[in-house]
C-alpha cells in the first residue's frame, strides 16, 4: 500500500480537489471553465516539463521567464501581416535554444553552478527584452500567428494540443530513450555515469537546449495568446514551472522526476487557482497557499530521501 500510495498519491491529491469543487461550485465542472483550467495551465505545464528535466540532473532553471519575454519581443516584431509565419516560429525557437545553450555551456564548461549561471541568464535575458522592445509592447500581430494562442481545433483550444503534444514527446525522450536514461543516470550519480563513459557536459548541454526550447514555445503561445509581444511577460514563471515539478514528485535531490507528475502538478496548481478564483478568495491568498504546498512537497521529498 506505501509504495502505490507514494506513486499515485498526487493524482488522489488531483481527483479530490475536482471532487470538492463540484460540490463547492456549480460552475466548476462546466466544460469551458475545465478547457480554460488547461488552457491556462499549458504554458506552466510546457515550461515546467523542461524544467523538470533540468531538476532531475540535480540541476535548475531560473531563466525560464525571462526567455519567454525575450521570446515574446522578438517574435512579434517578425510575426506582423504580412510577415511569415514560418520565419517567425523559426526566429523564437532560434532564441530559446540559444539562451538554453548559453545556460548549459556556462554550467559546463565554466563550472558555474545552475542556480548563478541561469540566474545571469534570467537578469540578462529580461534585459536584452527591454532593451530591443524599448521597454514598450509590440502589437499588431498577424491572425495566423494569433491563431496559436486563440485557435480552437475539434472545439480543443491549440495551446492545449500543443501542449499534449510536448507532454507525449517529452515522456517518451524521457522514459524511452537513450537521451532520457543518461539524464536519469546523470541525476542519480555524476560521477558513476561519467565513469560508465556517458559524456555528461555534452548531455547537459542538450537538457538545457530542451528547456530553452520548451520556454520559447511558451512564450510564443502566450504572445499568441495575450496578441502583442510584452518585454514583461513571464515574470514568475520559472516559479510556477518549479512548483509544477516538485509538487509531481520531482526530487530536487536529482535523480527522480515523470514528466506525466509534472503535468499532474501543473493541474493542482490549475485547479487551486480556478478554485479560489470562483470561491472569491483573494489572489494575496492564493499567493500563500501556493507557497504552503510548494513547502510542503519539498518537506515530504525530503523525508523520503532520507528513508531511502
Known sequence: MGPFISKYGIVFVLLAMVIIMSFLSPSFLKTQNLLNIIRQISFIGI??????????????????GSVIALTSVMVASFAHPGDSLVISLLIGVGVGVACGAINGIISTKGKIPPFISTLGMMTAARGLALLY??????????EPFMFLGRGVIAGIPVPIIIFALVGIVSHILLAKTKFGKYTYAIGGNVQAAKICGINVDRYLILIYVYAGLLSAIAGMLLTARVSVGQPSMGVSFELDAIAAAVIGGTSLAGGVGTIPGTIIGALIIGVLNNSLDLLGVSSYWQQILKGAIIVSAVLIDSRKNKKA
Open 47 to 64: 515550461v515546467g516539463i523542461g524544467v523538470t528535466i533540468v531538476i532531475i540532473t540535480t540541476g535548475i532553471d531560473l531563466s525560464s
Open 133 to 142: 522592445s524599448d521597454g514598450r509592447p509590440i502589437p499588431n500581430l498577424s
